[in-house]
């Protein structure tokens, strides 16, 4: 294989920007074919972005002999279907986050990859943006010294404006999402926990629906012990005032602190009282990094940049934060 030709199933308003044209601009990638369950809008999208196929069902993408790849872009509650059919198929399979609705979920999904000999990989894409690598490379240069704890916050009134826009807001359905806005933020933050600082020793958490506006959690928080010793500690909080928004991380060490955005372009380094500033463009298309990542293990080329057993933590995570044991 030597060219990564995708097929898309969901090509919803989420794969518009982020990520339905990198497709096309990464080396020795192509985007033949999209789907989506309403046949007029699938047709749409592929007539505006120049894609020759569309469909209105699944299994026929997937089995169109010209697509050696699947992108899987629907709500959490498609992806553990759609990614164990395109494995047993013999397509590699890059999912969005989070995973799937649950840990047992992105188990049998992993079982599956590994079970099928297929390549599997999930869209936590922010490991791949220029603003957390740069944040790894401090931590791994020990800039701050010696890690000590992490604190995170992420506060949004409840019509938040840093989630994708979408015909219906399947976020809040528990059934479809998993469990409202923390499901669908919070696995950019925890994966890059994992990613920063490695296996965990232990979690655990507390998840309370304290507006009732919605049938799901709108205050989680989270701690989270390193086996090197580090403490995370996450709040998030979907319902407070206008004007309280923060979107926040501060990773103090012995010698300083880093403090960045999951959803900005600045960097704050603070080191014996002096502030050091690094500022990041936007992206265009924020996944491309990461998709530029996938199309070389697919073709044998680099290693996974996010396993599904790696993604899988992140599920048991966010499993654990909301269990309320």
């Known amino acids: 294989m030597n060219e990564i030709k995708w097929g898309i199933i969901g090509c919803g308003d989420v794969t518009e920007v982020k990520s339905g044209p990198a497709f096309n601009k990464v080396p020795n990638s192509s985007l033949v074919a999209v789907m989506r369950r309403d046949a007029v809008k699938a047709a749409d999208y592929a007539q505006r972005h120049g894609v020759p196929k569309w469909y209105s069902d699944a299994s026929a993408l997937i089995n169109d002999p010209e697509v050696n790849a699947i992108y899987i872009a629907t709500p959490p509650l498609q992806h553990e279907a759609y990614t164990i059919e395109a494995l047993a198929a013999g397509k590699p399979v890059y999912v969005e986050k989070p995973m799937a609705l649950n840990a047992a979920a992105a188990q049998r999904m992993v079982n599956a990859a590994n079970n099928y000999g297929v390549k599997l990989s999930v869209a936590h894409y922010r490991r791949e943006q ?158 491309q990094p990461m998709i530029e990542k996938v199309v070389a293990y697919f073709l044998d080329k680099s290693k996974n940049p996010c396993s599904g057993e790696e993604a899988l933590k992140t599920m048991e995570l966010l499993d654990g934060f909301t269990s309320n044991f």
């Not at 704890?149 to 404006?161: A, E, I, N």
């Not at 928004?245 to 103090?252: F, L, R």
């Not at 372009?265 to 080191?271: A, Y």
Request: hydrophobic share 40%; with cysteine; glycine share 10%.
């Open 130 to 287: 220029p603003l957390f690598l740069k944040v790894k490379s401090l931590i791994d240069k020990h800039a701050i010294g010696d890690i000590r704890f992490v604190d995170l916050h992420m506060l949004q009134p409840q019509k938040s404006k840093v989630i994708a826009k979408t015909d219906y807001n399947w976020r809040m359905d528990p059934n479809i999402g998993g469990g409202g806005l923390f499901h669908d933020l919070a696995p950019h933050q925890l994966d890059l926990m994992l990613y920063f600082f490695g296996e965990m020793n232990s979690f655990n958490g507390i998840a309370l629906n304290q507006s009732k506006q919605q049938a799901v959690d709108d205050l989680v928080t989270g701690r989270i012990l390193f086996e090197n010793g580090v403490v995370f500690n996450g709040t998030w909080c979907f319902s407070v005032a206008e004007g309280q928004q923060m979107d926040v991380c501060h990773i103090y060490g012995s010698k300083g602190k880093i403090s960045f955005p999951m959803f900005g372009h600045q960097i704050k380094l603070t080191r014996n009282g002096i502030e050091e500033q690094f500022d990041f463009l936007p992206l265009a298309h924020v996944e």
